[in-house]
């Protein structure tokens, strides 16, 4: 038997994927994380923190940033404007 997850897609919408394949890791809001957080942690690697595609920031196309690392990007966006 192949595990089915279920994903919430950003509109409403929700979708049923079946398969072999990594297990599931959750967002802290409980949804099944689909994304990965981008902010550089050193050594070339990067925080890497599931989240769900409600709960992204999105500073460009194609990054993602939890909750944590919006905050500090978005602080030190607020500081290179002042």
């Not at 939890?66 to 990007?73: D, L, S, Y």
Request: with cysteine; glycine share 14%.
């Amino acid at each position: 038997m192949m595990p089915c997850e279920k994903y919430h897609t950003g509109g409403g919408g929700t979708v049923i994927v079946c398969g072999r394949g990594k297990r599931k890791q959750n967002c802290a809001c409980g949804y099944t994380g689909t994304r990965l957080c981008d902010w550089k942690i050193g050594a070339g690697k990067t925080c890497d923190k599931p989240m769900c595609p409600k709960c992204t920031y999105e500073p460009a196309e194609g990054k993602d940033l939890c909750p944590a690392h919006a905050a500090q990007w978005q602080a030190r966006q607020a500081v290179a404007s002042a």
